[in-house]
Structures are given as C-alpha cells and as structure tokens.
C-alpha cells in the first residue's frame, strides 16, 4: 500500500469481486463529501450505521448528521462508514486492510472520533466489528491518546450501560441541539493539541453527554449523575438541506424522505420513540414544500415520503397532501406517508392515498380488545378498521396488513392475548374479503417508557402464542401470518434493559463470531444461547432472565442517570392509569397533564395551516414544459463509459443513477405505463461486474413540447459541453457520458437495443505474460464462429476479438466466461466492452449507436 490511506480499487483491486454486492465499499457516489489528502488537520469524524451500506444508506439521522457537519468543512471532515458484511471482513482481515470511511478510505484509527447512530439494540455485535476491523480497540480501557474517541448516539442508547465497556461516550437526544457544536468545540481542541483526556473532559462537561464509568475512572472524571436529553426545538422551522451522496447501490428505503414532524402526539404507554422524540414538533408547510422541491429538483427523486412517527397527525395532512400531489403529480412525483394511526385515518386522506398508491394498507393495531387499548393508551377502533377497509377496497386496494404484540403489560397477557387476536381477525375475514396479513411481536418494555418496569414474555411463552395464532388461522386462505422471531426480541429485551454486565455478552457474541444479527439469514441462534448459557454459568442461574423480569417500584433501573425529561412521577401515574385501562389525552399546546417535557427550552408545535391563501410554487420550478399543450416522447441516445469503482455498480443501479442525473439536469423523463411506472430506458446488455465498457449505450425517452423539437434539437447540440458537464456532476465516480443526441428514429419501435443488438468488440489486458500466453491458448481451443480474432499482442499482452450473439443459438458463449472459468484466481487481467454491434435488415454489422 502506498500511503495510509485506502484505495479500494488499487489496494483490494480483483479481490473485491469475490464479495457480495463490492459496490458497498467503493465510495465514489455522487453528492458525497470530497476526499481529502492524509495531512489534513482537521478534526476527522467517521459516522457509522453499524449495518450494511443499503440499511445505512436510509437512516435519516445519518443524512443529518453527516450534511450538517460537513457545513462545518473548515474544521470538521466526517465521512461514511458501514459495517461490513462477513465475506467483506474476511478480506480485510485477509488482506490485511483495515476498514476505512467511503469517502477517502481513512482508516478507523486514523479518525479522531468514531461517532455510531445506533438505531435498534441488534447493532451491538457489528459495532465491535466495525471498531475492531477499523484498527480501533473495541474496549475502552484498551485505548489509548492515540485511539479514537468512539461515541454513539441514537433510540437503541438511552439505556447506556451494556455499552459501558465499548463506547467512551453516548449523546442522549436529538444532534441538531448542540452535537455539532459540541464538534466545532472538539476540532478547536485538536488544533490546539489537545490529548484524549481534555477532549473527553469537553464531552463530560456537556449536559447531554453520557461517560462511560470505566473512562470516568481512568481519567478521574467526576461522576454525572444526570444527563438530559437534548431537545431540538427548533426543528419545525429549519430546512433540511440534507447534502448527503446519492446511493448507488438501492437502498432499502429508496424515496426521497421529508421529515414532516418530529414527535407524536399520542403518548402510547409502550412506545419508547413516543417518548424520545417527546414534543410533537410540526414542520411549518412552507419548509415541507421547499424540501420537497429541494428533493425533486435538485436530487431528482421522484418517490417522496412524509415520514414522521405518526404522519396522519401532521395538523393539516390531507390539505397537505393534496396539494402537494396536485403540485407534483404531473412530473410523475409522487407522495407517500410510511405511518398512520387508525385515529388519524379519515377518508379524504385514503382518496388522496388512493390516487397514488392500491397496494396495501397497514394497521398497526398492537392489541385487539379495545379496554387493552385504553390500557396502551392506543385505540384503534374496530368499526372503524371496518369502515376504512371497505373504502379501500371500493377504491381498488387488494390487500393489509396488521401489527399485533403479544406479551402487552394486561392481566390476560399471554394466550388470552393470541385468542383475541385470532377472534379479530376472524372478525376482520368475514367482515371484508381482502388479502390480510397478520404480523405478531413480542411485546418489550422499554426504558424510560411508562411500562419500563414490567416483564417481558420468555421465548417460549412468545411462540407459543404466535403458534397458537398460526395454527388457528392457518385454513383461513386470505390470511397469511409472519412473526418477528421471539428470541430475538430476547435479545432486544436484555441489551435495552439490561446493566453493564451485558456487555460481556455482547463481547463474547461477537468474539465468538456473532455479526448481523438483526438479518434472519446471519443470526446464529445457537451461538447466542450458548453465550446467554455460560453468562449464566458465571453470573448464577437465571442471571440473564433477570432483565426481562418484573422490577419492583423500589428498584434501581440501569437507565436512572438518563432523563428523557419525562417525570418519574409522570411514568408512575400513566401507569397506573394503565392498570384501570384509563386515557391520557394527546399532547398539545395547552396540555393540562404534563409529563415535563414542554417548559422553557421545549414545546409542542402543532400549526393550523392555512391553505386556502397559500399557493404551492414547487411545481412551477420543473415548468419549462408546463405551457405546453402537447408533448412528445423524444429518444434520446446516450454514450457512455463505465470504469473505476463503476465496474462495481449492477445495471439497475446504473439505470437508476443515469434516470436521477437526467431528472436533475432539468430533463423531464418519460415514464412506462401501468401499475408501476418506471422511466423509459434501455442500456446496453449488462456487463459482467468488474467489466469496464466504453462507447455503452443509453436510449433514454423524455418529454418535449412537439412545436419545439427542432429549436431543442439545435440547443442541445450548441450547448453539449455544458449538457454533459453538467450530467456528469450528476453521476457517481466512474460513470461518465461522452456524447448525447437525439435519435432520428423515435417513433420506429423495432429500433431498440434489444432488437438489433448482435455483436461486441472486446480488449482483454492480462497483467503477466503468462497469463495472456493461457487465454490465447483457451481462445485457440474454443475457437468457433462466436468470436472473431481482431488482434493479439503479447508485447502489450492484449487480445482484441468481435463476440457474436447470434441471439437464437443456445450454443453461444461469453468469452469473458470462458476466461473467468479456465483461468486462476492469479491470472489477473482487465476485460473491456469497447463497442455494441447490430444489423438492420440482415445487413452487414454497424455500430448500434448509429442505428437506434
Ligand atoms: S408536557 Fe404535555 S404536551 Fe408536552 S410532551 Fe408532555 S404531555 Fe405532551
């Protein structure tokens, strides 16, 4: 390795092919911070979602986090990094690479600060693995001045213990009140020189910032005794710039995401993000549109959720909505609200759902018996679960789906509990003849939450009721029952409320091998009970279980230190309240039953929105069409290269990187027709991956007014330099478009890649002699009428050949296939599309582009 710094391409080079899904660790994506050199000073933050690239690549606080530090480039760098997959750990370990943040490939160690957002408790094992793998020890007391300083943050945190002996520090609350600053302060100490000591005496020093025991220890750090948790007030007037790179691998929410309310309303007694995100904060609607357009405009996605925890309780939803669809909708953008409570379920809001969206619906019902409602404090109405599914399926929607717990804190808990659920379903088959699907949890009392002190079902007692459940509505044809796993709710259960002996169990998880464990396909049940067992073994027996058990009104809780601002007296009276199946009413502006959340430093903002006088201007932003009587789909032909980290990229995702860049660029894509419009386009066949091509193809079809075609025509030519610059910014590292125009065939339907594709050119580079002395001879010995020999050169040890598709013959085969299955893993060389052929007419073979 020359340098530090890692170069994926260069220093794991080939070898990268031998993992699943290598795009995950390239980097390079469009929009993403620049990389810098290794003698740059400033303070060097590495933010991880401690799960694969596709889950990381979702998380709200992390496009947070990451855009409004990189505000601060003066003095802060932060860069990406995400837990590698165990194939991917292998390699490094293998090659002796340490894991390294996407954007400029530092190592781990090489950071000042490892900072996890940390958003479920099954992320424990991968945050060892990411530390350890990142050259960072992943206990405490094993760092030293030279080490990060690993912080997290995050819902999965606010019980801090069990992490006691892997993290130094944890931020309780929302980032946007005061972490940043609190980094500005940190890259002022690091200018200064300052060692770990001082630095973490600046993090204890703050309010919201938890130290973990053992590094108080150390460095005789006075005890905290109490930590607050940071509120953001003023998140309902801030507009979310959100300058975070562009995913090229799809991840797993792929929409654009307008955080349209922090906060709920609806104190459900188990809801421990309830509680976490506590007030409800509304975003004013002139932020919403102006981060829709933002979205539309500039990032080009088409797809748009308004998420929050409860979005159907935005004060003015469906005027919100239908403005924001009747704005949107002519540019094929279209709207989505991922949660509704029953409550805030009216019809109006399911007609505007229903124009955009006749999938399915979601119920989260929790519980079934409407007195067991009232003691979750979360009713859900039968009658009105009837009325909504009848309207929806009036309106075309064929199937929902219904969230049920088990376990819920209620003198019935248990099999009563799975009888009922059975009862209600029956209730809801016979009522509406839709597809249901029934989804069943096991409840778990969380910190901080009005039911923090209850006991959690055991995994037997949770399967037995989901199996009762299963085996009662198993002949029921339209009902499909899924669960989530009970004995990982068990582990859930014992890492969020359990001491700092936990963390003993985590550690030996994860030494023992335990990696994504919150991913059916990798979580190794057998391996956890034995560690769960021999924690046992040590600690005495029934020492794990004692998490999940009941604790007296007197106990101390691990979590006590950590206020969320809620009273303790508040979490006592709602559970009281609980216990005789009593309401709390909504938060709102004059509430007369505070929990001490709202005071000086924080209130609930719930706007009344005055549409009527306002008008939506978003829409006009994409208008340079909108005049325009009528449009005509226009074929565009794009060439393009493909090389570097781009070799790594799968053709959807190419396909999805090129429809964002032109969108963005101002282009107005066409879209298929049917249930689920896609842009038109076709690309070149698909590339095997780690092939670079040149001269690839893209037929890309946009609307254009038909009275300008030929005055755009010219433009585009004129102005080609500036098109594609401006394309290329938009295209992440490695994908690159040399030449666009405009087809002169749009209207011939046989004119497509598909139908005329019939031949490649290709270059094979081999990296030794040798190597290219084999493939000569394996082309010797597969010589047939698929390939046509151009040239070889052993001087620059090249072998140039014409591949023949002849489409219907089965006998045809890919050189690169050939190679890839004769040759060692040694025998390097790089493959290269440079030109797609095809015949019109059973003529001789021209070059595709010239024909589309
Ligand atoms: S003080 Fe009242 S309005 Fe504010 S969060 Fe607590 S219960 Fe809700």
């Known amino acids: 390795m020359n340098g530090r710094f890692i170069k994926p391409m260069r220093d794991i080079g080939s070898a990268l092919f031998e993992v699943q899904k290598p795009a995950r660790y390239v980097g390079g994506e469009c929009g993403a911070a620049s990389p810098i050199e290794e003698e740059d000073a400033r303070l060097r933050i590495a933010l991880c979602f401690p799960d694969l690239y596709e889950i990381g690549m979702s998380n709200n606080a992390l496009r947070i986090i990451y855009s409004w530090l990189n505000e601060k480039k003066d003095q802060i760098v932060c860069e990406r990094v995400f837990a590698p997959a165990p194939d991917f750990e292998q390699l490094l370990i293998r090659k002796k690479i340490p894991l390294y943040t996407l954007e400029s490939g530092i190592p781990l160690s090489d950071t000042d600060i490892l900072a996890f957002t940390v958003g479920y408790e099954l992320l424990a094992t991968n945050m060892l693995a990411v530390m350890e793998r990142g050259g960072i020890p992943f206990e405490t007391m094993r760092r030293g001045d030279r080490d990060p300083i690993v912080m997290a943050g995050g819902p999965a945190v606010t019980n801090p213990l069990p992490f006691a002996h892997f993290l130094d520090a944890v931020w309780i609350g929302e980032a946007e009140a005061g972490f940043m600053d609190l980094m500005v302060q940190m890259a002022e100490l690091k200018s200064r020189g300052a060692d770990r000591r001082e630095k973490l005496t600046l993090l204890a020093g703050h309010p919201s910032v938890w130290i973990s025991p053992s590094v108080e220890e150390r460095l005789k750090l006075p005890h905290k005794k109490r930590i607050v948790r940071a509120i953001f007030q003023d998140f309902y007037k801030t507009e979310y710039g959100n300058t975070f790179p562009y995913p090229v691998l799809n991840p797993v929410h792929s929409h654009g995401s307008v955080e349209i309310m922090r906060g709920c309303p609806n104190g459900c007694r188990f809801c421990h993000a309830g509680y976490f995100y506590r007030p409800q904060r509304s975003k004013l609607p002139e932020i919403i549109r102006k981060e829709v357009e933002d979205l539309v405009v500039r990032k080009g996605y088409r797809e748009i959720t308004l998420s929050s925890l409860s979005s159907g309780d935005y004060p003015g939803i469906v005027e919100l909505f239908e403005e924001l669809n009747a704005a949107w909708a002519k540019y094929k953008v279209s709207f989505q609200l991922p949660s509704l409570k029953v409550d805030s379920f009216t019809m109006p809001l399911l007609e505007e759902i229903s124009e955009v969206r006749k999938s399915g619906l979601t119920f989260a019902v929790e519980t079934p018996l409407e007195s067991w409602q009232c003691a979750i404090n979360k009713r859900v109405p039968f009658e009105k679960?009837?009325?909504?599914?009848?309207?929806?399926?009036?309106?075309?929607?064929?199937?929902?789906?219904?969230?049920?717990?088990?376990?819920?804190?209620?003198?019935?808990?248990?099999?009563?509990?799975?009888?009922?659920?059975?009862?209600?379903?029956?209730?809801?088959?016979?009522?509406?003849?839709?597809?249901?699907?029934?989804?069943?949890?096991?409840?778990?009392?969380?910190?901080?939450?009005?039911?923090?002190?209850?006991?959690?079902?055991?995994?037997?007692?949770?399967?037995?009721?989901?199996?009762?459940?299963?085996?009662?509505?198993?002949?029921?044809?339209?009902?499909?029952?899924?669960?989530?796993?009970?004995?990982?709710?068990?582990?859930?259960?014992?890492?969020?409320?359990?001491?700092?002996?936990?963390?003993?169990?985590?550690?030996?998880?994860?030494?023992?091998?335990?990696?994504?464990?919150?991913?059916?396909?990798?979580?190794?049940?057998?391996?956890?009970?034995?560690?769960?067992?021999?924690?046992?073994?040590?600690?005495?027996?029934?020492?794990?279980?004692?998490?999940?058990?009941?604790?007296?009104?007197?106990?101390?809780?691990?979590?006590?230190?950590?206020?969320?601002?809620?009273?303790?007296?508040?979490?006592?009276?709602?559970?009281?309240?609980?216990?005789?199946?009593?309401?709390?009413?909504?938060?709102?502006?004059?509430?007369?039953?505070?929990?001490?959340?709202?005071?000086?430093q924080a209130a609930v903002v719930s706007n009344s929105i005055l549409y009527k006088n306002t008008v939506c201007e978003g829409g006009s932003v994409l208008g340079?069409?909108?005049?325009?009587?009528?449009?005509?789909?226009?074929?565009?032909?794009?060439?393009?290269?493909?090389?570097?980290?781009?070799?790594?990229?799968?053709?959807?995702?190419?396909?999805?990187?090129?429809?964002?860049?032109?969108?963005?660029?101002?282009?107005?894509?066409?879209?298929?027709?049917?249930?689920?419009?896609?842009?038109?386009?076709?690309?070149?066949?698909?590339?095997?991956?780690?092939?670079?091509?040149?001269?690839?193809?893209?037929?890309?079809?946009?609307?254009?007014?038909?009275?300008?075609?030929?005055?755009?025509?010219?433009?585009?030519?004129?102005?080609?330099?500036?098109?594609?610059?401006?394309?290329?910014?938009?295209?992440?590292?490695?994908?690159?478009?040399?030449?666009?125009?405009?087809?002169?065939?749009?209207?011939?339907?046989?004119?497509?890649?598909?139908?005329?594709?019939?031949?490649?050119?290709?270059?094979?580079?081999?990296?030794?002699?040798?190597?290219?002395?084999?493939?000569?001879?394996?082309?010797?010995?597969?010589?047939?009428?698929?390939?046509?020999?151009?040239?070889?050169?052993?001087?620059?040890?090249?072998?140039?050949?014409?591949?023949?598709?002849?489409?219907?013959?089965?006998?045809?085969?890919?050189?690169?296939?050939?190679?890839?299955?004769?040759?060692?893993?040694?025998?390097?060389?790089?493959?290269?599309?440079?030109?797609?052929?095809?015949r019109l007419d059973n003529e001789g073979y021209v070059r595709l582009q010239d024909i589309l």
């Not at 924690?535 to 007296?552: D, H, I, M, T, V």
């Not at 860049?661 to 690309?683: S, Y």
């Not at 478009?737 to 002169?744: G, P, T, V």
């Not at 598909?754 to 990296?767: E, I, M, N, P, T």
């Open 385 to 600: 679960i009837a009325t909504i599914l009848h309207e929806a399926r009036e309106r075309g929607f064929k199937s929902a789906k219904f969230y049920f717990m088990v376990g819920l804190p209620l003198p019935e808990r248990g099999m009563q509990e799975a009888d009922a659920i059975v009862e209600y379903i029956e209730r809801i088959a016979q009522v509406e003849r839709i597809s249901i699907h029934v989804n069943v949890g096991t409840f778990i009392p969380k910190p901080h939450t009005p039911f923090e002190r209850e006991a959690q079902l055991s995994e037997e007692e949770g399967l037995a009721c989901i199996q009762h459940i299963r085996r009662s509505l198993k002949y029921r044809k339209n009902v499909e029952v899924s669960y989530h796993p009970p004995f990982l709710s068990v582990l859930e259960g014992i890492i969020s409320r359990g001491d700092e002996s936990v963390g003993e169990i985590i550690s030996e998880a994860y030494l023992k091998g335990a990696r994504l464990d919150a991913w059916d396909e990798h979580i190794d049940r057998d391996l956890w009970r034995r560690v769960l067992d021999d924690y046992n073994k040590r600690r005495g027996e029934g020492a794990w279980q004692s998490f999940l058990a009941q604790r007296e009104e007197d106990a101390l809780l691990p979590w006590r230190e950590i206020s969320l601002n809620v009273s303790t007296g508040w979490l006592k009276k709602e559970k009281q309240k609980a216990q005789k199946n009593a309401l709390t009413s909504t938060c709102n502006e004059n509430c007369t039953e505070r929990c001490g959340v709202c005071g000086s």
């Open 624 to 838: 340079r069409c909108e005049a325009v009587s009528e449009l005509e789909q226009v074929k565009l032909i794009a060439v393009w290269s493909k090389r570097n980290a781009a070799v790594l990229y799968p053709l959807h995702d190419v396909a999805r990187s090129f429809s964002r860049a032109f969108q963005v660029c101002g282009f107005h894509v066409a879209f298929t027709r049917g249930f689920n419009p896609q842009p038109r386009m076709e690309l070149s066949p698909p590339l095997a991956l780690g092939v670079e091509g040149k001269n690839e193809i893209l037929l890309l079809w946009v609307d254009m007014p038909k009275d300008r075609l030929e005055e755009l025509e010219e433009l585009m030519l004129k102005n080609q330099g500036r098109i594609l610059s401006s394309l290329n910014e938009n295209l992440p590292d490695g994908l690159r478009i040399e030449n666009l125009r405009m087809s002169a065939h749009s209207d011939d339907k046989k004119r497509t890649i598909g139908a005329l594709f019939r031949a490649a050119a290709w270059r094979y580079v081999f990296a030794s002699e040798e190597s290219y002395t084999k493939a000569v001879n394996i082309l010797a010995d597969h010589h047939s009428d698929d390939f046509v020999l151009t040239k070889t050169d052993a001087h620059v040890r090249e072998i140039g050949l014409i591949e023949i598709f002849s489409g219907a013959s089965k006998k045809t085969q890919s050189f690169y296939k050939i190679l890839k299955d004769h040759l060692s893993a040694e025998d390097h060389f790089v493959a290269e599309r440079l030109e797609c052929y095809g």
